[in-house]
């Protein structure tokens, strides 16, 4: 069964960095797109980057030019680097993929950015 594992969460000031992880487990999912979803409180939970299996990417306009997805298919993990991050940007983030017809989510890191 695959799994998908968030991490690299935290708390960060406005204008910080942070860098999250998606690793895979079960299966890999080098033939897979993989996106990063985000909820923040009271919001409905949001598409903001994806990686297809030939590494094209494409994001929301709330972060392009400020975060980039890249995937490292021996490590079966998916990275978000987060840069200038905002307070807005304040959420839990998912990553999530669709294999083999279901679509998995993880369980989601919480990103905490204080201005």
């Known amino acids: 069964q695959v799994q998908l594992v968030e991490s690299g969460g935290g708390l960060v000031q406005a204008g910080g960095s942070l860098r999250l992880s998606c690793a895979a487990s079960g299966s890999s999912l080098r033939s897979n797109a993989i996106n990063w979803n985000r909820q923040a409180p009271g919001k409905e939970r949001e598409f903001i980057a994806g990686?297809?299996?030939?590494?094209?990417?494409n994001y929301a306009n709330s972060v392009k030019g400020r975060f980039t997805i890249s995937r490292d298919n021996a490590k079966n993990t998916v990275y978000l680097q987060m840069n200038s991050l905002k307070a807005e940007d304040t959420a839990v983030y998912y990553c999530n993929s669709w294999v083999q017809g279901v679509l998995i989510w993880g369980q989601g890191t919480q990103v905490t950015v204080s201005s």
């Open positions: 990686i297809s299996s030939g590494g094209d990417s």
